[in-house]
């Protein structure tokens, strides 16, 4: 099992351009999450899926958009990347009779 | 507001104990989580307690006191690869999302 995977590792992205971070999980998990983790900071959760074909906007979503596109995949979309976006993404996801969250080894994303 | 407070850094020694504290303030109260991450990784879990007391996973034990809206984390043994940074987390809702409301974090630095 390769757990939760995302893509790409590193992006280094202009003011105004758009992108798509990718998160895939083989653990037949019903919950996926998307974090940002500034330096020094905890997580903050942008965006959730309780299950395939829904989600819901979490603490920080202004800025960001989500696709859970199956039961496998849920991906996150920067539309008009701003400097204040730049941070560490994580993907996680949770099995629904868990507590525990797995994360994804994170997308490491500079906006200039 | 909500908010989770613990210690920004605590030092300790190799086979030395360590606790770190956090204290809670939330909107709705239903179980703490602990993380770790190292530094460039994904959190992993470590414990969640959902009831008062004290929980224990070999060398780590994860304590929680409802009415004093305080948990601590308990390291025991220390070995230099615990070097890393600690996170509390706060369950807040029933839902079935289980969303988190993290702290920010602990660094902990293990020394020989």
């Known amino acids: 099992n390769a757990g939760v995977t995302q893509t790409p590792k590193f992006q280094v992205l202009k003011t105004g351009q758009s992108m798509t971070l990718q998160c895939a999980q083989d653990?037949?998990?019903?919950?996926m999450y998307w974090y940002r983790q500034d330096p020094g900071m905890g997580l903050r959760l942008i965006y959730y899926s309780a299950s395939e074909g829904t989600t819901d906007k979490g603490e920080v979503p202004n800025g960001y958009n989500v696709s859970r596109l199956n039961k496998r995949e849920f991906s996150l979309r920067l539309e008009s990347a701003a400097p204040s976006q730049t941070s560490v993404y994580f993907c996680?996801?949770?099995?629904?009779?868990?507590?525990?969250?797995?994360f994804g080894p994170g997308t490491r994303l500079t906006v200039t | 507001g909500q908010s989770l407070e613990q210690p920004s850094e605590v030092t300790a020694v190799e086979g030395a104990i360590v606790q770190i504290n956090c204290t809670y303030q939330?909107?709705?109260?239903?179980?703490l989580s602990w993380y770790q991450q190292h530094d460039g990784g994904a959190p992993t879990f470590l414990s969640y307690?959902?009831l008062d007391g004290l929980e224990e996973t070999g060398r780590f034990s994860s304590f929680l006191s409802r009415s004093d809206s305080y948990g601590y984390l308990l390291l025991q043994e220390l070995q230099m690869k615990d070097s890393a940074s600690y996170f509390c987390a706060v369950r807040n809702n029933a839902g079935n999302n289980r969303k988190l409301i993290w702290g920010l974090g602990t660094s902990l630095a293990v020394n020989p």
């Open positions: 653990m037949n998990h019903n919950s």
């Open positions: 307690n959902a």
């Open positions: 996680a996801s949770r099995e629904t009779s868990s507590y525990e969250q797995y």
């Open positions: 939330t909107s709705g109260f239903y179980g």
